[in-house]
């Protein structure tokens, strides 16, 4: 056959891979263990930044856990009753303190931070039948409509938060550490998988991601108290090792040889009908209270 002739067939659409030692997962494995390395640090002094100055093992954030009462291990309602001082009749503390323990030692909904305490009441009725009731009497009395009376009011709280823990700092430790290496043990999978399979792409996204996530745990360690306030670190990592899933289902499709790739007409009819229904049905700025004001 001549050359003239000759008819070169059209190259098969195959998944873009690398090779699995190559430089794209070299560069990843260096990116990945520098972010690791930063992001462990950074963890290590929002830690450090929680103890005392002492460098006390059961002190974190400035209180002695030794000397602060633990919601979560209350024997009865008299060890809570010594930080109720703002009722000054005794049996109207005592109400109070039996209402905080039997929220406090509820198994079925744990106590997770100290301002879930908020949500404890007595019943308005029985504060009416109850002459020595004094303080939650005079609030029931500017609330009539009130079913459940707060046994403490924000002020309260206020000033009982310092005094009492939901979590030993051992557990707070033990909750951190666990956390950190559930985010590096998602991201280090997630290499080694996508390392196997040759589905690498961008050696620096994966690295990226984990130091952007690392800065974000390390903020939710350090804006919280971790005795007192919910632990929303520990969610946070959860919902990023879901992130971190779907990236790695993400890599093994081949966007190039997708014929999502030439489609045209279906997403630009999807776009109009949403335009269309969020111009119909939506809300925002067009009727919001100050564009009604100022028509």
Same mark, same amino acid.
């Given at each position: 056959m001549s050359p003239e002739m000759r008819v070169v067939?059209?190259?098969?659409?195959?998944?873009?891979r690398t090779r699995p030692g190559g430089r794209s997962a070299h560069l990843e494995l260096l990116?990945?263990? #520098?972010? !690791?390395?930063?992001?462990?640090?950074?963890?290590?002094? #929002?830690?450090?930044?929680?103890?005392? #100055? #002492?460098?006390?093992?059961?002190?974190?954030?400035?209180?002695?856990?030794?000397?602060?009462?633990?919601?979560?291990q209350l024997q009865g309602p008299g060890d809570v009753m010594p930080v109720l001082g703002m009722f000054e009749s005794p049996f109207e503390r005592r109400a109070v303190a039996v209402a905080l323990y039997r929220r406090a030692a509820a198994d079925a909904l744990p106590l997770e931070h100290v301002g879930g305490l908020v949500r404890v009441t007595i019943p308005a009725t029985e504060i009416r039948a109850e002459r020595r009731y004094v303080e939650l009497r005079s609030r029931l009395e500017r609330r009539p409509w009130l079913e459940g009376v707060p046994v403490l009011s924000p002020t309260d709280l206020a000033n009982l938060k310092p005094h009492v823990i939901v979590r030993t700092p051992e557990a707070f430790r033990l909750r951190l550490m666990t956390a950190a290496l559930c985010l590096f043990a998602a991201f280090w999978t997630a290499h080694a998988f996508r390392r196997m399979r040759g589905t690498i792409g961008d050696p620096v996204a994966l690295p990226v991601v984990l130091l952007v996530c690392g800065i974000g745990?390390? /903020?939710?360690?350090?804006?919280?108290?971790?005795?007192?306030? !919910?632990? /929303?670190?520990?969610?946070?990592? !959860?919902?990023?090792?879901?992130?971190?899933?779907?990236?790695?289902?993400?890599?093994?499709v081949d966007l190039e040889a997708s014929p999502l790739r030439r489609a045209v007409l279906g997403p630009l009819a999807a776009a109009v009908v949403l335009a269309t229904l969020l111009l119909l049905f939506g809300t925002g700025p067009g009727t919001s209270s100050r564009m009604k004001s100022a028509g």
């Open positions: 067939a059209p190259r098969s659409r195959v998944a873009v990116g990945l263990l #520098a972010a !690791t390395m930063v992001v462990v640090l950074g963890l290590m002094l #929002a830690y450090l930044g929680k103890t005392d #100055a #002492a460098g006390d093992a059961g002190g974190v954030a400035g209180v002695s856990s030794a000397k602060a009462i633990n919601l979560r745990l390390m /903020s939710l360690v350090a804006l919280r108290d971790p005795l007192r306030d !919910t632990m /929303s670190f520990f969610t946070s990592v !959860t919902g990023i090792v879901a992130g971190v899933g779907l990236l790695v289902l993400a890599s093994e």
